[in-house]
């Protein structure tokens, strides 16, 4: 069953800890990308990666953090330097221009 | 820089009611234009992509249709189930980045 999966659902964290959100994609997709979306406005793109050991910064990347070592794989790291973290993340893949996105991590810092 | 607007923020129905949901958008050179319907607490889940004016898709209730500076997507006879956020959104340019509007929630009461 392909699809992409994120994990944790919900994940909670004191102030000055990094955490690291999951996102697997079985779907073959070359392109990978992380957004987050806030109350009242619409999704934002932090990062995101055409190919494997590459990635571009979007427009809300400081205090963001990621890798691509596999194809299947873009996990993004939420450091203490991100000054206002709790947030819905979500996580898309894409093989050309429409991108389909996985069920979504819930962070709470406490 | 790119922009999306979506209209209204919110939308109540009764059920069997039809209207239509409005996306204004500002871009060079659309690459395509994207709906997306979004339940509570989960990812966006994929629906249509326009690629030039006059286009049409269409899928069980629901019609997206484009034109050179709006896009619609037209709900007919709609039932309780499909109450959701409606996202658009459009990709520009040589942008990898999707840019969003903040959606309208549609409430469709039985």
């Known amino acids: 069953d392909g699809g992409i999966t994120q994990s944790p659902k919900y994940l909670f964290r004191k102030e000055g800890q990094n955490v690291t959100l999951s996102c697997e994609q079985n779907?073959?997709?070359?392109?990978m990308y992380w957004y987050r979306q806030d109350p009242g406005q619409g999704l934002r793109l932090i990062y995101y990666?055409?190919?494997?050991?590459?990635?571009q910064k979007g427009d809300i990347a400081e205090g963001y953090s990621v890798s691509r070592e596999k194809k299947e794989s873009f996990p993004l790291t939420v450091t203490s330097a991100q000054k206002n973290p709790t947030a819905f993340y979500l996580c898309?893949?894409?093989?050309?221009?429409?991108?389909?996105f996985g069920p979504g991590t819930r962070l709470t810092v406490l | 820089e790119d922009q999306v607007t979506q209209s209204p923020e919110a939308l109540r129905l009764q059920e069997g009611e039809s209207s239509s949901l409005n996306c204004s958008y500002t871009?060079?050179?659309?690459?395509?234009l994207f709906w997306y319907r979004q339940d509570p607490g989960k990812g966006p889940e994929f629906l249509f992509t326009?690629?030039?004016a006059g286009e049409e898709k269409e899928k069980e209730r629901l019609k997206a249709t484009l034109t050179k500076k709006e896009s619609f997507l037209h709900i007919t006879a709609p039932k309780p189930e499909d109450s959701a956020t409606y996202l658009c959104?459009?990709?520009?340019?040589?942008?990898?980045?999707?840019?969003f509007g903040k959606g309208t929630l549609l409430t469709v009461n039985p």
């Open positions: 898309a893949s894409s093989l050309s221009d429409t991108q389909y």
């Open positions: 779907l073959n997709h070359d392109a």
């Open positions: 990666s055409q190919i494997v050991n590459d990635f």
């Open positions: 871009v060079s050179g659309l690459r395509g």
């Open positions: 326009l690629y030039s």
């Open positions: 959104a459009v990709l520009g340019g040589s942008n990898y980045k999707l840019t």
